[in-house]
């Protein structure tokens, strides 16, 4: 097969990888992630099936699949995001910041929010109330009216020491 034909065959396995995946059904997605990376390795691809192993509790697996990704296109912003979050669900907070940062930066990414969603997170788990503010307005300003990030700053703003955040999301007290 030439390579366009070989991209669209890898294509077809994917789409269908993520909406195995979709539907919890894990072993047959991560067959036809494999099928497509096989193909045609992409960036997407290996971040998937990196997703999916996260599904099933095998973040090591998940971050291994990261590393893949970021050698396919060191641009592509998800696999950084990625890598922090699942060091974030083993408890490692501090590793998980540089490649938060990391994703903040990354020239390739639909989501270029999460990343400051995600560092706001460890910040306020740590009642850094202000780092963390800092990390939702960031995440606010490069997606305005998102509805993760008004829970965000709801749950901040309700937490300790009677503070309030005034940041200017609708519906959270700010103006």
Same mark, same amino acid.
């Given at each position: 097969m030439a390579g366009e034909e070989l991209r669209e065959h890898a294509l077809k396995y994917f789409q269908q990888a993520y909406e195995l995946q979709m539907k919890g059904e894990l072993d047959e997605a991560?067959?036809?992630y494999t099928k497509s990376i096989d193909l045609f390795p992409t960036a997407e691809a290996y971040t998937f099936r990196g997703w999916t192993y996260s599904?099933?509790?095998r973040h090591d697996d998940a971050i291994e699949e990261c590393h893949k990704a970021?050698?396919?296109d060191p641009d592509f912003g998800n !696999?950084? %995001?990625d890598i922090g979050c699942y060091l974030m669900a083993k408890g490692q907070d501090e590793a998980a910041i540089p490649w938060l940062e990391r994703a903040k930066h990354a020239r390739r990414y639909? %989501? !270029?929010e999460f !990343?400051? /969603?995600n560092v706001g997170r460890i910040w306020e788990r @740590?009642?850094?109330w202000a780092k963390a503010l800092a990390e939702f307005k960031q995440a606010h300003? /490069? @997606?305005p009216g998102d509805p993760d990030l008004a829970r965000a700053v709801q749950n901040l703003q309700s937490r300790g020491n009677g503070t309030r955040f005034n940041v200017g999301l609708p519906g959270t007290g700010g103006t």
């Open positions: 991560i067959l036809y599904f099933q509790g970021i050698m396919v !696999p950084y %995001n639909a %989501n !270029p !990343p400051y /969603l @740590r009642g850094e300003a /490069l @997606r």
